[in-house]
């Protein structure tokens, strides 16, 4: 078996380099939402974060999304992202223990 790479991306609040499947992928579409694409397939301009509750808060202090995405987000966007991020957390973190069983 050849080695594959492994394609790395930045978290935008903690700064780390880190595989793409660690990390939660937030879009802002063409319409101009911003929301968790869980799929990581959505088009629009992405930002990455791991998947840790005190990266997604440290994101809403600096502003972290917003300069990455090109656009401010609104406080209400942050709720919501959050609140769906809580959301997801538990499931985030359980396929990505399926995936480490292959290693
Ligand atoms: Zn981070």
């Known amino acids: 078996m050849r ?3 492994v394609p790395l991306r930045k978290c935008v ?3 780390e380099m880190m595989p793409k499947k660690e990390l939660i992928r937030v879009v802002r579409t063409p319409e101009e939402q911003v929301l968790i694409d869980l799929t990581g397939k959505k088009s629009g301009r992405g930002a990455y974060l791991c998947g ?3 990266c997604f808060k440290l994101a809403r202090k600096s502003k972290a999304l917003d300069r990455a995405l090109k ?3 609104s406080d209400d966007i942050y709720e919501q992202l959050e609140a769906d991020f809580v959301k997801i957390e538990d499931e985030f973190i359980a396929s990505k223990e399926l995936m480490d069983e292959d290693e």
Do not use: D, F, I
């Open 3 to 5: 080695p594959r790479k």
């Open 13 to 15: 609040a903690c700064q």
């Open 52 to 54: 840790k509750q005190s």
């Open 71 to 73: 656009q401010p987000v």
